[in-house]
């Protein structure tokens, strides 16, 4: 198995539902089954051809495959980011990060002001959403639903473009 990728050796390109196949592999090796965080197939596809909804890809140069991606949603001046993740071989390089990057700047050059999220209480990504000048403002309760009939708290985050 070739070595996993930094961010330098990414690229952030546009994805489409073409990219469902490589988008549901990632999102089933980098979420757990346990907190509900993760969508379905129908989900992403049912999403992917809405006004405003975006799928970037985090490309590996060597491989020429995706390793991470972002799904967000606008309206007004607003973006959302729904989802983010990396393969787990290549996390902890960089590459959450420049997607992260990649959104904010993508809201910036469209015109929107803020950008929201949600993330489970608890879950490793709230440090690096806070590095990237998100702030917490508010708290759904029982908002996942896990596999074994727990809940989790969803925390909102939220910061300007
Ligand atoms: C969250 C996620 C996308 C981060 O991707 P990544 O490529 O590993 O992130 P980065 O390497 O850019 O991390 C940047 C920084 O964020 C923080 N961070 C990222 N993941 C973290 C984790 N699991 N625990 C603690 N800190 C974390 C660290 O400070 C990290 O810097 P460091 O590695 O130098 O300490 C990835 O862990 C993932 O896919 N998780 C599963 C899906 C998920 O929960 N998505 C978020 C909710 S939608």
């Not at 890809?57 to 060597?62: K, S």
């Amino acid at each position: 198995m070739a070595s996993p990728a930094t961010a330098d050796e990414m690229s952030i390109e546009r994805g489409s539902a073409d990219d469902l196949d490589a988008v549901m592999a990632i999102m089933e090796r980098a979420f757990g089954t346990l907190y509900g965080e993760a969508w379905t197939r129908s989900q992403c596809a049912g999403i992917l051809p809405m006004s405003g909804v975006s799928l970037r890809l985090a490309n590996d140069r060597g491989s020429g495959k995706p390793v991470g991606f972002s799904l967000t949603r606008s309206v007004a001046d607003e973006t959302e980011l729904l989802l983010i993740a990396v393969d787990p071989a290549h996390q902890r390089r960089g590459v959450g990060r420049l997607l992260l990057d990649d959104m904010v700047e993508e809201a910036r050059g469209h015109g929107m002001r803020r950008a929201h999220l949600e993330v489970r209480d608890g879950n490793g990504a709230m440090t690096m959403y806070l590095a990237a000048g998100f702030a917490q403002i508010g708290r759904r309760r029982k908002y996942y639903h896990g596999s074994d009939g727990a809940t989790f708290d969803a925390l909102t985050f939220m910061r300007q473009v």
